[in-house]
């Protein structure tokens, strides 16, 4: 674990971590987080979604000049859109992939030049396969529904950045997490929530995101904290210097990280920073 006075990059996921459960950013939360912009510290939303995806009270935070979206696939400064690192999903590999998930109990969508996309019929029954509202209001949001998903992907041309993919089996879910990951060696598969699983590029991961910003920032990464709570997050925990799960966290993310604070609706972002930046 590196010296918590050298942090200069704060990576913190968002759903789970840095918004309660109900999505809000607390007031402490902000305040912990403006404390340590006036330190000269960068602070940076490290989450599974895509930019405009992202809460609004995030992306209005005035003070954030970076972001790593999609889970790592795409990290970028803010202000002029310059990418900063990237790692997509090419056609050729993504439909044969979407052919097996048509086999299983399951719905999913796509992440593409940073909007999602969903066959209609099966963003229409996403109450089937999920149970949490927030989740439920996010996919009939910020998915645009389209015929049928692989034939429309196939006619844009364009590689996907992230494959999401739900089921209320969760048994399912944990098997198939193991199962895909042996089966397609080219695919990080990783999760967030109780009943997804998400699939990235092997290339993109929120570890190789944080390495990657902190490299274009010429900041050691030794020099960096993270904070996560999901399956997701376990690359960038085990990555930085210092990495902080929530008390929520599953066991995973709880295994790679150097602490562990109280939960995400316990304010423990801002409690975790009331220690490291003392």
Not at 90 to 104: G, H, N, R, V
Not at 186 to 209: C, R, Y
Not at 235 to 260: F, P, Q, R, S
Request: proline share 4%; charged share 25%; with cysteine.
């Amino acid at each position: 674990m590196s010296d918590s006075k050298s942090i200069r990059l704060i990576a913190l996921d968002l759903d789970g971590t840095l918004l309660d459960s109900e999505k809000r950013l607390s007031g402490a939360n902000r305040a912990a987080l403006e404390r340590a912009v006036s330190m000269g510290i960068e602070v940076v939303p490290a989450t599974g979604r895509f930019y405009d995806g992202m809460p609004e009270v995030i992306r209005e935070l005035p003070f954030v000049r970076y972001v790593i979206t999609v889970n790592g696939a795409q990290v970028f400064e803010v202000k002029t859109r310059k990418n900063i690192y990237s790692a997509d999903i090419e056609l050729s590999e993504a439909i044969p992939f979407y052919e097996k998930l048509d086999t299983l109990p399951v719905i999913y969508d796509c992440y593409m030049d940073g909007w999602g996309y969903m066959t209609g019929a099966m963003q229409e029954r996403v109450d089937d396969f999920v149970s949490d509202p927030h989740t439920v209001d996010m996919v009939l949001r910020l998915r645009k529904p389209v015929p049928e998903l692989k034939s429309y992907l196939l006619g844009n041309g364009r590689p996907v950045q992230k494959i999401q993919l739900f089921t209320r089996d969760i048994p399912l879910r944990d098997r198939l997490i193991g199962e895909l990951a042996e089966e397609y060696p080219q695919f990080s598969v990783t999760s967030s929530l109780p009943n997804n699983i998400e699939v990235n590029s092997v290339d993109a991961d929120k570890g190789k995101a944080i390495r990657a910003l902190a490299e274009y920032l010429g900041i050691d990464v030794s020099q960096t904290a993270a904070f996560g709570d999901g399956r997701n997050d376990v690359t960038m925990l085990a990555a930085a210097g210092i990495g902080v799960a929530m008390e929520n966290a599953c066991a995973e993310a709880k295994a790679a990280a150097d602490m562990v604070t109280a939960s995400c609706d316990e304010d423990g972002v801002a409690k975790a920073l009331g220690e490291l930046l003392n």
